[in-house]
């Protein structure tokens, strides 16, 4: 097509160096999935390819970020942009030297009404290059009129003439999405430096993944064009691009962009509500993939799971529901080794605290609710159950037939069958009381009970025939 071509992709120069990725977030609100998302694919890439993982704060717009955004996951591998100026104010210089970056003096009222003139005459609505025809006496009268230039990037999309830019493909071959092209001629030269001498993102950025040694950068799909415009900057800098992937971003059911400054869906509030790591981790990788979003146990294991080519292109949309989904599946799965120092920060310890979490972990939501059915197997009911006269008649009949101590793993079994056979009762009428009594509550899946048992030791206030103190041998079962 005649179009020039500035790059090729450097996948093949990355993969022969140690593998080095990023998480670089803008500390300008709080973590959310979606940015979580970038965070895992990374780590995964790393863990897969046996490579560094840096975490790294975007923090040079010091308005927009703060200190409480930017509280450092990982402390040992954490850099902050804000500390590192001078190695951007050498890159700026070298740039400088080179006649790449220039300075402009517009406002933003002159921009605007510029590209709308431009847009009238059919002209793409990018910068014109009218700062680089500035002569010395102009750039002096601004000067002396008080105006601060901001430094603008010349991109290579010409042969001679900055002013007439033709085709010039950016191409790299992306971890995510394939062959990807930006043409430079369809973007603005962009602003590096503000006329405050403070930086936009995109400098920075290309110096510290040139000074950290970064061989793949996984990022948004929202950077797809930065992309394009970072490569001509790593060139321009002598350097080798690295390797680049753009996953598809994340909506919410209704389509909306997720967004750091509403605060919903963050990290934080999803810890909060009790949500297991795993869970966030299971979807946030999978969702929008080939692959069935299911509970994956650990991060090892969805790591063999992981493959950025498999993302798709388009948005996908995150729905909490699932989450919560996946929440209980692995509660349900989760072995007692992995659960056991959480539970005891519950007060959940002992010799029964392990068959008390195989029996309960079915049962729960969330890991805390299992705080609940520890107090009602070791203190009876938390609530007391509304009985019919019927019930009560058939609670305490079923009570008289309790097997003989001790009781073993069949009790459960053995007790319900002679209620069953002793009484007109079964199914939901049959459990329905019971589970009534001994939980207080009406609803709720099966609960597997393995305790201690005793009979009869408390007695509801309001009824002192019936006893609520069924407990079940640590190997018996009961089915409510
Ligand atoms: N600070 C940028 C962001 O939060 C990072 C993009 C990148 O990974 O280069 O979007």
Not at 71 to 89: H, L, N
Not at 289 to 298: G, H
Not at 301 to 315: C, G, V
Request: charged share 25%; proline share 7%; aromatic share 8%.
């Amino acid at each position: 097509m005649g179009a020039r071509l500035v790059n090729q992709g450097s996948i093949r120069y990355a993969l022969s160096m140690t593998v080095t990725v990023r998480f670089a977030p803008s500390p300008t609100g709080r973590i959310h999935i979606g940015n979580a998302r970038t965070a895992l694919f990374n780590w995964l890439f790393a863990l897969k390819n046996k490579g560094r993982f840096i975490q790294r704060f975007d923090d040079t717009d010091v308005a927009r970020s703060t200190q409480e955004n930017a509280d450092p996951i990982f402390p040992d591998a954490t850099d902050y942009q804000s500390k590192r100026f001078d190695i951007y104010d050498a890159a700026v210089e070298r740039l400088k030297k080179a006649g790449l970056l220039y300075p402009c003096y517009e406002t933003p009222e002159e921009l605007d009404l510029r590209r709308k003139i431009r847009r009238t005459r059919g002209l793409p609505p990018v910068y014109g290059r009218e700062a680089l025809k500035l002569s010395a006496q102009e750039i002096a009268n601004h000067e002396a009129d008080g105006r601060r230039p901001h430094w603008r990037f010349l991109l290579p999309n010409f042969s001679s003439d900055p002013q007439e830019p033709e085709r010039t493909e950016i191409r790299w071959d992306d971890l995510v999405r394939g062959e990807e092209t930006v043409d430079l001629a369809s973007v603005s030269d962009p602003v590096l430096v503000r006329e405050d001498g403070t930086y936009l993102y995109t400098l920075p950025s290309v110096v510290d993944d040139i000074d950290m040694g970064v061989t793949h950068v996984i990022r948004g799909d929202d950077h797809v064009t930065n992309t394009g415009v970072q490569i001509a900057i790593f060139k321009a800098l002598g350097a080798e691009p690295p390797a680049f992937g753009h996953h598809n971003l994340l909506t919410t059911t209704t389509g909306e962009g997720l967004s750091k400054r509403t605060g919903s869906l963050s990290i934080e509030s999803l810890r909060e509500k009790g949500v297991e790591p795993m869970a966030v981790a299971s979807l946030a990788v999978l969702i929008g993939t080939s692959e069935n979003v299911e509970a994956v146990p650990t991060l090892a294991e969805l790591a063999e799971r992981f493959d950025p080519a498999a993302t798709s292109k388009s948005a996908a949309k995150f729905d909490p529901d699932e989450l919560f989904a996946l929440n209980r599946t692995l509660l349900h799965r989760m072995p007692f080794a992995q659960a056991q120092d959480r539970l005891q920060l519950l007060g959940i310890a002992g010799e029964q605290a392990e068959p008390f979490w195989n029996a309960v972990r079915g049962n729960i939501d969330r890991l805390p609710d299992a705080v609940f059915w520890w107090r009602v197997l070791r203190e009876g009911p938390q609530s007391t159950p509304e009985l019919s006269d019927d019930d009560r008649d058939f609670l305490r009949h079923s009570f008289d037939l309790l097997p003989e101590e001790p009781w073993d793993a069949a009790v459960w079994k053995e007790w319900t069958g002679r209620i069953r056979e002793a009484t007109d009762r079964k199914g939901k009428a049959l459990f329905m009381p019971l589970r009534l009594v001994l939980t207080g509550l009406s609803s709720g899946r099966s609960l597997q009970i393995y305790c201690r048992c005793w009979v009869g030791k408390e007695r509801w206030p309001d009824d002192p025939d019936l006893p609520v103190g069924v407990r079940f041998p640590l190997d018996g079962s009961g089915l409510l």
